[in-house]
């Protein structure tokens, strides 16, 4: 359970289970998170381990909701929260908002008006989040809250008439819920320092094609790369200012919706939220031909397979745009393609696993098809960092700055979080080195479910190979006769290898 004081959160003490959290995007899997006990200061003494910030721009919850863990603390003995909501008291939080996302904006609203319970779940800002992006698409001007939002759109004279009343300001008095006062506490944590310390990865720069083969892509391992970008246009000119203007009134991808960028930029300034919308357009370059002009792929990923299947080919690059708390939680690139991610303006927080190392708090389905993860990036980092101290194959982590790329092999798991608004381009592709991955990738019997950034997922394998065969003729085989040379290799052992060892001309038993 959840205990909280607004001046302060001085330290947190794992303790206990949280209710359950659903991912949308899994299938039937939910998954339990540690709570936070989070014990109230009076006075701001210095972080310590284990201890939490808010965001200095963060007010406290609008409709005054507060941690369950806050009722022991209080000198009454009753939580609001059970006592409005009748025969619905016995169900868990998450069940509630179940419910209450399959009524319309006005049966919401009537609902809001029975008690102080029903007004701060039907005030619930997701709820809302959800009618906006379902109703309205991208045609909203966002202005700090998904209620008002979506009021001032469709209901505009109720809006200019009850001005605030809409807005969520009515305060409710001992109402404690965990589950109600995450996605809050998510949305105003500043980032711990020892979240960002740690920095493995390994950096190059003025390196070769050759060597970055044969140290990287060959091995499957990532790096950081420094001064490939210099010649990028986009570095100079890409700020909100210039983009805003080449792009008009393009719309791009943002989660399910589209958008223009200015209304986008305007979301972005009043966010503040558990998991801000994020902009990744894969079309954005066909959509804003200058802007596909404006950078060039660095000269160590120019070997791109997939392009012999020209218009065909899955989505491959995403500009890609987001605030501070944006990002992408754990996932492994489509197709089991590489790619490559360089920031032009921002920083960004990676965290990446070795394909054979599950982060703690992801589960995959048994197929691949799906990934249940905590609902929110901050919320891996609240729960579950801290466990990576210990594991012997610790995950690889970096900040990659404006100006640099980091390589991603294929297969690897990776988290991204936007340290700063930030602007990036990335895209997948496959070499030679990776080409035989993604061909047994796309063959596999559940193809239809696994790939994607196409719309003829069965038949991919099929095209691409003859593709392949047609433009480059016996190289699938040679790579094939490569493989099965390497395996056969790495198995073979003399006697001699097994009892001397060359090194130091002695002699050695291996049983």
């Known amino acids: 359970m959840l205990s909280f004081s607004r001046s302060l959160l001085s330290k947190a003490i794992y303790k206990n289970k949280r209710p359950k959290r659903k991912n949308k995007k899994s299938v039937s899997e939910k998954q339990e998170y540690d709570d936070i006990k989070v014990v109230a200061e009076e006075e701001e003494t210095e972080e310590e381990e284990g201890g939490f910030s808010l965001k200095s721009s963060a007010s406290s919850h609008t409709h005054g909701v507060q941690p369950l863990g806050n009722l022991f603390f209080s000198t009454s003995s009753v939580n609001s929260r059970n006592t409005g909501l009748g025969n619905l008291h016995v169900l868990s939080d998450e069940l509630v908002l179940d419910i209450l996302g399959l ?35 991208g045609e909203f001007l966002f ?68 060597e970055f083969i044969l140290n990287f892509e060959e091995p499957n391992k990532p790096v950081l790369l420094e001064g490939c970008l210099d010649n990028w246009d986009a570095l100079d000119t890409w700020d909100r200012e210039y983009l805003v203007k080449v792009c008009g009134d393009v719309q791009f991808a943002v989660g399910p919706v589209e958008m223009k960028l200015e209304d986008y930029f305007r979301y972005s300034d009043l966010v503040r939220e558990e998991r801000p919308l994020y902009l990744f357009d894969p079309k954005f370059a066909e959509k804003v031909p200058v802007l596909g002009m404006e950078y060039e792929v660095p000269v160590f990923f120019q070997e791109d397979l997939f392009s012999v299947l020209g218009n065909e080919r899955p989505d491959y690059r995403w500009i890609i745009i987001g605030p501070a708390g944006s990002g992408s939680s754990f996932h492994i690139d489509p197709n089991s393609t590489s790619a490559w991610n360089a920031v032009i303006k921002g920083s960004k927080k990676w965290v990446l696993f070795p394909p054979d190392v599950v982060p703690p708090g992801v589960h995959p389905s048994p197929d691949g098809s799906e990934v249940a993860c905590p609902v929110s990036i901050i919320e891996w980092f609240m729960n579950f960092y801290g466990a990576t101290k210990n594991w012997k194959k610790r995950p690889i982590e970096c900040i990659c700055k404006a100006g640099e790329v980091i390589f991603v092999p294929n297969g690897w798991w990776h988290l991204v979080i936007n340290l700063e608004e930030s602007i ?39 095209k691409f190979k003859n593709a392949i065969e047609t433009s480059f003729p016996g190289d699938i085989d040679q790579l094939v006769q490569k493989a099965e040379d390497k395996k056969a290799q790495e198995k073979k052992f003399s006697f001699w290898d097994s009892v001397s060892d060359s090194k130091v001309g002695a002699f050695k038993f291996t049983f």
């Open 103 to 137: 009524l319309d904006a006005p049966h919401l609203g009537v609902l809001a008006t029975v008690s102080k319970s029903f007004y701060v779940f039907s005030n619930h800002e997701p709820l809302w989040r959800n009618l906006v992006l379902d109703n309205l698409k």
């Open 143 to 210: 202005n700090g809250l998904w209620k008002s939002t979506y009021i001032a759109a469709c209901y505009p004279s109720f809006g200019a008439q009850r001005n605030g009343f809409h807005a969520g300001c009515f305060t409710v008095r001992d109402f404690y819920s965990d589950y109600l006062f995450q996605s809050w506490l998510c949305a105003n944590l500043e980032m711990k320092p020892e979240w960002l310390e740690r920095d493995n990865i390994v950096r190059k720069k003025g390196m070769s094609v050759e």
């Open 424 to 462: 990036a381009i990335t895209q997948n592709y496959v070499s030679r080195r990776n080409l035989l991955n993604v061909l047994d990738f796309l063959k596999r019997p559940n193809a239809s479910e696994l790939v994607s950034g196409t719309r003829d997922r069965v038949n991919l394998h099929d």
